[in-house]
């Protein structure tokens, strides 16, 4: 039994974009690009500010990209068939879902990540061409039961380039020992069918979850503790090379054993993270930027949203960073987008990062309920 838990009923890191809280960063005006700073030659535009509580996103075949909006229990889907720069067609795709998050395409299907389960709606993309909406109704239950709710309460899904489906179960608590195995751990779904196993232990909240186009490797974020101080733990990116155990909650970091437990026995054979990332920033959804419209060396590197601290003295994140990547492993890491902090307060929270079809980057933001779209040179 754990020696101390700490339990949030609601986990203000998940919850804030629908509940709010966090009254130490209240929203500070209207939305303003001109705040935004990125590195010379890029530049940011709305791609759409109808997308209340944006979180994750995926393109389909045809171009539409797809964004969950969890509070709203949907997935919207938005078109620029003009090439504009800016969505001109939009359309609720799914409604009624029960905290919708991630979102996968495997062909013409669309798979979409309840908290309790994982749904797959058949033929989306005939949905999408039409423009019509899907029936909640029809879409088959791929996987049932998983543990809903509690302190983190959104679900993450990606495909291996085998066919096998991956999905990340956030913590229950800040710090505690789970219960249930399937807490603070991303399972695998094998192509062939059966049963969930469980892939990867001791990751307390893994919520960005990619694969690595150079070599197929599946690589996470994860949000460390609150209440070790303003700078501890550091956040992670991990490599996820295989089945094995990254040391939640009895370490954090490089194996250094967590002082609620200091059982150091236990992180001698924990997987390190990939990558260090400041502590607090919550990094979610992150990309591997696959366009060539950006110069050359940004190809094949990674960008993160880092949604922001909720409880740090000196508000922290906020922003979208740039991980370089150097033989297929994260080396270091650097602003890229700034801005959506002014001082204690902040207008926006990006969410989840994507790597578009025409070269650009699109990043949610689950505060200003918008999608923004950065691009190089005159685009």
Known sequence: MARRAFVCGVCCLCAMFLLGC????????????????????????????????????????????????????????????????????????????????GLALSGRDLYVAETGRVLRFPDAESALQAGRPMEKGRAEVIVPGIPAGGGHFTRTIVFAPDGDLFLSVGSSCNLCEERDP???????????????????????????????????????????????????????????????????????????????????????????????????????????????????????????????SWNRSTPDGYKVARVRVENGRPTRWEDFATGWLSGRRAWGRPADVLSGPDGALYVSDDRAGAIYRITYGER
């Open 182 to 308: 399937q807490r603070a751990a991303v399972l695998r779904l094998p192509k062939a069918g059966g049963t969930v196993e469980i892939y990867a232990r001791g990751l307390r909240n893994a919520v960005g979850l990619r694969i690595n186009p150079q070599d197929g490797t599946l690589w996470t974020t994860d949000n460390g503790r609150d209440w070790l101080g303003d700078n501890l733990p550091p956040e992670e990116i991990n490599i996820v090379a295989g089945p094995g155990n990254f040391g939640w909650p009895y370490c954090y970091g490089k194996n250094i054993p967590d002082p609620d437990y200091n059982d150091p026995a236990r992180c001698r054979t924990a997987i390190p993270p990939a990558l260090e990332l400041p502590a607090h920033n919550a990094p979610l959804g992150f990309d591997f930027y696959r366009g060539e419209q950006f110069p050359l060396e940004y190809r094949g590197d990674v960008f993160v949203a880092l949604h922001g």
């Open 22 to 101: 966090g009254p130490a960063l209240p929203q500070s005006g209207p939305l303003d690009l001109a705040r935004v700073r990125l590195p010379a030659g890029f530049r940011i535009s709305l791609f759409s500010d109808r997308a209340p509580g944006a979180r994750m996103m995926v393109f389909s075949p045809s171009g539409w990209l797809l964004v969950s909006l969890t509070g709203e229990g949907s997935v919207l889907a938005l078109a620029d068939p003009n090439h504009t720069g800016r969505a001109t067609r939009s359309f609720a795709l799914i409604q009624g879902l029960n905290d919708p998050h």
